[in-house]
């Protein structure tokens, strides 16, 4: 059982950055892909970032690539994810997510078993 709490999120005026962390429980999580998805009102969650346990592997989305970067720090058990040049289509729900299993850093939402709340995005224009 792993259990995931984002915090970080808020409202920000384009062009601006947050930084999203997620706590995670557990005590192999040095060997847990981590994953964060977004979700917009109205919309499918789609992928947003992946790390591999080692932090050494990931993977974006297109539409966050050379804006987000995915970290983690495994003496924390948690992962981030920091925001920069924010636009309004960044604007949703994101979540963290845990495969245990570990091995494909994936940006499939089906290859993940935990997932955290939620911590809201609101990029202003």
């Given at each position: 059982q792993v259990q995931l709490v984002e915090?970080?999120?808020?409202l920000v005026q384009?062009?601006?950055?947050?930084?999203?962390?997620?706590?995670?429980?557990?005590?192999?999580?040095s060997r847990y892909a981590?994953?964060?998805?977004?979700?917009?009102?109205g919309k499918e969650r789609e992928f947003v970032a992946a790390i591999s346990g080692?932090?050494?592997?990931t993977n974006y989305a297109a539409s966050v690539a050379g804006r987000f970067t995915i970290s983690r720090d495994n003496a924390k058990n948690t992962?981030?994810?920091?925001?920069?040049?924010?636009?309004?289509?960044?604007?949703?729900?994101y979540h963290c997510a845990?495969?245990?299993?570990?091995s494909?850093?994936?940006?499939?939402?089906?290859?993940?078993?935990f997932w955290g709340?939620?911590?809201?995005?609101?990029?202003s224009s």
């Amino acid at each position: 059982q792993v259990q995931l709490v984002e915090s970080g999120g808020g409202l920000v005026q384009a062009g601006g950055s947050l930084r999203l962390s997620c706590a995670a429980s557990g005590r192999t999580f040095s060997r847990y892909a981590m994953g964060w998805f977004r979700q917009a009102p109205g919309k499918e969650r789609e992928f947003v970032a992946a790390i591999s346990g080692s932090g050494g592997n990931t993977n974006y989305a297109a539409s966050v690539a050379g804006r987000f970067t995915i970290s983690r720090d495994n003496a924390k058990n948690t992962v981030y994810l920091q925001m920069n040049r924010l636009k309004p289509e960044d604007t949703a729900v994101y979540h963290c997510a845990a495969d245990p299993y570990g091995s494909r850093w994936s940006s499939r939402g089906a290859d993940y078993t935990f997932w955290g709340q939620g911590t809201q995005v609101t990029v202003s224009s």
